[in-house]
């Protein structure tokens, strides 16, 4: 008869081994996945971006990664314009705000006076429109680096989109200083290729959510931080302010005298000279050998600590230093004419065209702003 194997207990190396696994089995099930931060950062970024590439540029587009989902169809999307406000209470009514700049050099003044403006930055979108040239190379390298500092940065610094556009035609002067850019034999080139600058940078940024557009110089180095927030509470279609300079006057003291001469009332003189003129011909401003005896807003200024900043006055002619215009009135058709038109062009051509579309334009004399000094 078989003698019954005796009943024998687990040996400790068999409970360790058991020990270990378990805790380590736990481990990895309890544990989170790796790559699940990644995960939600990404589906953060997808959420506040746009939908697809082909959508307006309201939000910027983030390519979804593969792993993550599908790529989706091309929208088809509603947008009742209806519903987009431009009132005096910008911010109340969270109300988007496309800063739009033509340039052609990178002043570190101007990206410091942007970053500065207290409007909600989440509310903000840039755009940028640069020439092809070895001075726009340098633009857009330094621009890109202050983009880089900034939407890394503070997420309350950081604007809701940024697009750089290169211009796709050659500028017609070969330097951008002051003095030849001024010229009057260099006017009509210059400024139809600023018009032509400022219609690609607007056709291209504008989206259906845009409430107001802020036309700002790259050389604008200096306004209140509340710009847009003044401008906007007047609830004007178009509304400009005085654009100033800063600099030493011959006794060695610091001075203020008037940039801009794009703003101002017409005059039965001038309109006397453009009745005269061929098509073709433009009615310049600021230049002694024509005489257009124009009211113009820069020389209507009251430089008195005391002065009624809030004093508005109609213009026939508006600057392009720092324009807050309601985006209806672009979309309506306003735009800057790289033409003659009315003998008028760039800015103060659209300021025609806005104004024989039936938006008045408007002009802040006290309200000073500041341009950088060659």
Not at 201 to 215: N, Y
Request: charged share 20%; with cysteine; proline share 8%.
């Amino acid at each position: 008869m078989a003698m019954a194997r005796s009943l024998r207990g687990p040996r400790p190396i068999t409970l360790v081994l058991a020990a270990v696994l378990s805790i380590g089995f736990l481990i990895f099930i309890l544990s989170p996945n790796s790559n699940s931060d990644a995960v939600s950062t990404a589906k953060r970024k997808l959420t506040n971006a746009a939908a697809h590439p082909l959508s307006p540029p309201t939000a910027p587009f983030v390519k979804p990664d593969s792993s993550l989902e599908k790529a989706k169809p091309p929208p088809v999307v509603h947008y009742h314009l209806n519903n987009v406000t431009t009132t005096a209470d910008p911010i109340g009514n969270q109300e988007t705000v496309l800063i739009l700049t033509p340039l052609a050099r990178f002043y570190q003044g101007y990206w410091n006076n942007l970053l500065a403006l207290s409007y909600p930055h989440n509310l903000i979108a840039l755009g940028f429109i640069i020439p092809k040239t070895k001075e726009g190379n340098a633009a857009v390298a330094a621009l890109q680096t202050a983009i880089a500092a900034t939407q890394t940065g503070p997420e309350a610094k950081r604007y809701a989109s940024i697009i750089i556009m290169r211009q796709d035609f050659d500028p017609p002067l070969s330097t951008q200083d002051e003095a030849e850019r001024h010229k009057r034999e260099n006017q009509k080139v210059r400024r139809a290729a600023m018009s032509r600058a400022r219609n690609s940078l607007l056709f291209t940024t504008i989206g259906p959510s845009t409430s107001w557009v802020l036309w700002l110089d790259a050389d604008i180095i200096e306004t209140p931080p509340t710009l847009i927030q003044d401008l906007a509470s007047h609830d004007k279609p178009v509304i400009v302010p005085n654009c100033f300079q800063r600099f030493t006057n011959e006794k060695g003291q610091p001075d203020t005298r008037p940039y801009d001469y794009n703003s101002w009332q017409d005059s039965q003189q001038a309109a006397d000279m453009a009745a005269n003129m061929a098509a073709d011909d433009l009615l310049l401003e600021g230049y002694a050998d024509i005489p257009t005896y124009r009211t113009l807003m820069a020389m209507s200024a009251d430089k008195s600590e005391s002065r009624e900043t809030r004093a508005v006055i109609p213009l026939d002619g508006v600057g392009g230093t720092a324009l807050l215009v309601k985006a209806e009135v672009h979309r309506d058709g306003a735009m800057f004419p790289p033409f003659p038109f009315y003998h008028l062009i760039e800015t103060e051509g659209f300021a025609k065209m806005a104004r024989r579309l039936g938006w008045g334009c408007f002009g802040l004399p006290n309200y000073f702003i500041y341009h950088y000094n060659e």
